[in-house]
């Protein structure tokens, strides 16, 4: 697909006003998961009227699909508390996030990297702008982008081997504080969202993938694993929720337990490549599923 395509695509998907001196807003960070590179195929896929729905997103992560749609309403949660300090930070005060940022990159070499992992980890009177800058800047220099943390919650991921990383995009941030004026933002696990969502919410699931195979594993994004229990919880979640009228869609990878989970609603497949993983030959196109409750 070329990138006007995209771009009409994502018009149509999209329904709020923009500011024009500003770049299209895109995710901020790098994270395991993220839907960049399959939005061509899941924008199609939005039910009809999309754009007049609010725009929920139980499984935030880099928040792709919120920053390509561009709703003008959304309610945005993540189970990972630091991830959405910092969409809380950009959202209500970018230039000062930006300003730590820019001397955060300054400062980069080894020894800075490890001694910004160690402030995050320990300082604990820290505003939450600078630690939003230092949670972008480790996610932008640390090995892969990994986001990984011990028992007691501390980031351990070593510095990547970048020559050259790019820390600091300023208009990429500046584009993110205005798509971010209309969210709520929210630290909560998904089934928070059994308390929340509306008839009539448009909600996109992309949780924590099944693994395709035993030594294949998307599963750690946060201190709590997220195993066959807790896809079994997000279906009876999403049976809940199709009955309340919300509008669901969920991706997941294509292996039968996902697809007997959902066999009462409609499974779409699309084509994905794995940019984050550690061992590269894993890294080629697989399948995953999108489950939708509705036609389109
Ligand atoms: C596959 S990633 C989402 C990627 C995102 N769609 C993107 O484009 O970057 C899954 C996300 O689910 C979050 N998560 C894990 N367990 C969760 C839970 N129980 N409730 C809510 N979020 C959870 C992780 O912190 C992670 O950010």
């Known amino acids: 697909m070329t990138t006007s395509s995209l771009a009409t695509l994502v018009s149509a998907a999209s329904s709020a006003s923009f500011p024009s001196a500003l770049p299209a807003p895109a995710p901020i960070v790098k ?35 919120f920053f390509a749609r561009r709703p003008e309403r959304a309610l945005l949660c993540d189970v990972n508390p630091s991830l959405i300090g910092t969409y809380e930070a950009v959202r209500d005060d970018v230039e000062t996030v930006i300003g730590h940022l820019e001397r955060l990159a300054r400062a980069h070499g080894d020894a800075s990297y490890y001694a910004v992992r160690e402030r995050y980890n320990r300082a604990r009177r820290v505003s939450q702008a600078e630690r939003a800058a230092m949670f972008i800047y480790l996610n932008k220099t640390c090995f892969n982008g990994l986001h990984r943390v011990n028992r007691r919650g501390e980031f351990n991921v070593p510095l990547g081997r970048y020559k050259n990383p790019r820390i600091i995009n300023e ?7 205005a798509q971010l004026q209309g969210a709520e933002l929210r ?10 969502a509306r008839p009539g919410d448009f909600i996109y699931f992309d949780p924590p993938y099944e693994p395709v195979s035993a030594t294949a594993s998307f599963t750690s994004y946060a201190q709590d694993g997220f195993g066959r229990e807790q896809q079994l919880q997000l279906r009876d979640v999403f ?22 989970l959902y066999a009462d609603y409609r499974i779409d497949k699309v084509s994905a490549a794995r940019a984050i993983n550690s061992n590269a030959s894993r890294r080629g196109p697989v399948l995953e599923v999108v489950v939708r409750n509705y036609v389109s």
């Open 187 to 196: 630290c909560a696990g998904f089934d928070e969202l059994l308390a929340s």
């Open 171 to 177: 208009a990429a941030l500046r584009s993110a504080h």
């Open 239 to 260: 049976r809940a929720l199709d009955r309340r009228g919300c509008r669901l869609m969920l991706s997941n990878s294509d292996v039968a337990f996902i697809r007997d």
């Open 31 to 65: 994270w395991a998961g993220g839907k960049g590179r399959l939005l061509s195929q899941l924008l199609p896929l939005l039910p009809p009227g999309a754009e007049l729905m609010r725009h929920v997103e139980p499984f935030l992560g880099g928040a792709a699909m």
